[in-house]
């Protein structure tokens, strides 16, 4: 029996925050692991060189589908591991899992990778989904394991036969419940909503936007608050918005005391989700939630309970549950935020996740690396 000694991590971005990824890294080091994260580093972020683990820079598309590009991908990944020469890959997000799966086919290493969605090319019917289809089975083809955040994600892949190996169902990501902790639910009013992600068009801003619009036409004492960095289609949008009463605080490292502040979080995604960190997170922090029944949001919300579903792509729906919520006594709302709060305690503990990849490579045999 060989123990893995060298774990190498493919994501499709490293942010220098002390995230998810962050947390699997220090219980990997902590059980004896050597580790090397490969990912495109984002801008501005700095790589801290006396971190217990090596980051290396490795700049890709992560949205493009250009033939060029990734085969260049391909061919650096091959390299990097001929370079780093490690035991096991933990590839996350889409390019990583198909293309790291295809180069780690080609060198011989077990591969354990995390679907944590699986992208609007397969969402969507046609040629596009048909092709991504077979990437996805050619770079899955030879994976030890692979994880999922949601049962639809699994029934997809099994549909359309493109895993073969082992399958574990984890809670998404978790959500780290000391980092979250349960804060105070803030006083009766103003009564505050909060989007938290990326400004595209498949989180819902748009819906986002107009609901807001149309609340505050009733409702003028209510606030929106919009924390998360935004794509190139918005920035005009982002730089009017405080005319129409809504608050863009940009892209923060820290999103606690904006959760915090915030009486519900509104979360009207069509995107196709893994799992959504901002649920579990505001859920910690003790906040309800307005969210789609799509999935990777629906696991999170029990309607009624913990907060309201929305219909996708529906403004007239999302005014309607915000104005419910409005209507609501101050002090359902808070126990809708402890509901929420329990809810992630039973089901979405960080700790299960970390526990469920270290459970994996331990079981790694000397002749399957």
Not at 81 to 92: E, Y
Request: net charge positive; charged share 25%.
């Amino acid at each position: 029996m060989k123990l893995t000694k060298h774990i190498l991590l493919l994501t499709n971005v490293f942010n220098g925050e002390n995230n998810f990824r962050k947390e699997i890294i220090d219980a990997f080091i902590k059980e004896g692991y050597e580790v090397t994260y490969a990912a495109p580093v984002r801008p501005g972020a700095k790589i801290d060189h006396s971190l217990a683990y090596r980051v290396i820079d490795t700049p890709f598309d992560r949205k493009g589908m250009n033939p060029l590009k990734d085969l260049w991908l391909l061919i650096h990944y091959m390299r990097l591991l001929k370079k780093v020469k490690p035991d096991v890959v933990l590839s996350f997000t889409i390019k990583p899992n198909v293309y790291g799966g295809l180069a780690c086919r080609l060198c011989h290493i077990p591969q354990l990778a995390n679907v944590t969605g699986l992208g609007m090319a397969l969402e969507r019917k046609g040629w596009l989904q048909q092709l991504a289809i077979v990437l996805y089975r050619i770079g899955l083809s030879k994976a030890n394991t692979v994880f999922f955040q949601n049962m639809a994600n699994i029934e997809f892949c099994e549909e359309h036969r493109i895993v073969k190996c082992r399958k574990v169902l984890l809670p998404g990501s978790g959500v780290n419940l000391n980092h979250f902790s349960l804060q105070t639910y803030p006083e009766e009013k103003p009564i505050r909503f909060l989007f938290l992600g990326r400004m595209m068009k498949e989180k819902g801003i748009d819906d986002f936007l107009e609901s807001a619009v149309r609340i505050r036409k009733e409702y003028p004492d209510v606030e929106f608050h919009i924390v998360g960095a935004c794509e190139k289609d918005y920035l005009k949008q982002a730089e009017s918005l405080t005319t129409r009463g809504i608050i863009y605080h940009g892209r923060q490292d820290d999103v606690r005391p904006f959760i915090a502040m915030c009486h519900c979080l509104i979360h009207p995604s069509y995107y196709a989700e893994g799992m959504s960190n901002v649920l579990l997170e505001s859920c910690a922090t003790g906040r309800p939630i307005i969210t789609t029944d799509r999935p990777g949001c629906r696991e999170v919300i029990e309607d009624g309970i913990n907060g309201f579903v929305i219909k996708r792509q529906d403004v007239d729906d999302i005014v309607e549950k915000l104005e419910l919520f409005i209507s609501l006594p101050h002090e359902q709302k808070r126990k809708m935020g402890l509901a929420a709060r329990k809810k992630v305690e039973r089901e979405f503990d960080r700790d299960v996740v970390v526990k469920a990849y270290l459970n994996c490579i331990n079981k790694l045999k000397g002749d399957d690396i």
